[in-house]
């Protein structure tokens, strides 16, 4: 079956420490993203790609950086610089307008 | 850049009332409107979608959204809902070819 495969579902990190969180689609599909999750905050945009080897920043790029070496996977890194990185984290990828397809999510927790 | 408001954070209905999720966008251009549910510690599920056409879409468990132009509105309701209608309920806008933006999300709790 198609679809999106966040891991890993729990991650714990240590202040000062970088940790890449892993994204994979087989959808063929060409839009990936990144979204930050916080109670009563909605979905905040960090970084999407639209093609492969391109990607922009979103809404809250700070401490965070992506990449997209291949049309199937989109993992993002979150920073020692990112200054409250505890939150879940939503990858998505889309081929059309709107209807986007999301992972199961990844919880971050600094600990 | 367009937004989206969700009027209501917190929502408890009881089982077989019906219920109203109120959201209202901001746009200077045309948009597409969304409805996403998240069920706990899982992703976003599309729930239904106003691309063009009929202002009024359905989706296949009973719920339904009206797009109102003049009044910049996208609400969602259902008739009667269940124990298993729980969930977080956002909506989103997009504007052609670009990415999606949510609202705050409404947490909905049917109580028995």
């Known amino acids: 079956d198609g679809g999106i495969t966040q891991s890993p579902k729990y991650l714990f990190r240590k202040e000062g420490q970088n940790v890449t969180l892993s994204c994979e689609q087989n959808?063929?599909?060409?839009?990936m993203y990144w979204y930050r999750q916080d109670p009563g905050q909605g979905l905040r945009l960090i970084y999407y790609?639209?093609?492969?080897?391109?990607?922009q920043k979103g809404d809250i790029a700070e401490g965070y950086s992506v990449s997209r070496e291949k049309k199937e996977s989109f993992p993002l890194t979150v920073t020692s610089a990112q200054k409250n990185p505890t939150a879940f984290y939503l990858c998505?990828?889309?081929?059309?307008?709107?209807?986007?397809?999301f992972g199961s999510g990844t919880r971050l927790t600094v600990v | 850049a367009q937004s989206v408001t969700q009027l209501d954070s917190q929502v408890p209905v009881f089982e077989e009332a019906p219920v109203e999720l109120r959201c209202n966008y901001s746009?200077?251009?045309?948009?597409?409107l969304f409805w996403y549910v998240q069920y706990p510690n899982q992703g976003l599920q599309l729930l239904l979608k106003?691309?063009?056409?009929?202002?009024l879409v359905e989706s296949i468990n009973g719920f339904e959204a009206e797009f109102n132009k003049s009044q910049t509105s996208f609400h969602l309701r259902k008739p009667s809902v269940h124990i298993s209608d729980t969930a977080e309920y956002f909506c989103?806008?997009?504007?052609?070819?670009?990415?999606?933006?949510f609202g705050a999300g409404t947490t909905v709790t049917v109580r028995a």
């Open positions: 998505a990828s889309s081929i059309q307008v709107g209807s986007y397809t």
């Open positions: 959808l063929n599909h060409d839009a």
């Open positions: 790609s639209q093609i492969v080897n391109d990607f």
């Open positions: 746009s200077s251009v045309s948009v597409y």
């Open positions: 106003y691309l063009s056409g009929s202002t």
């Open positions: 989103a806008v997009s504007v052609p070819d670009y990415k999606l933006s």
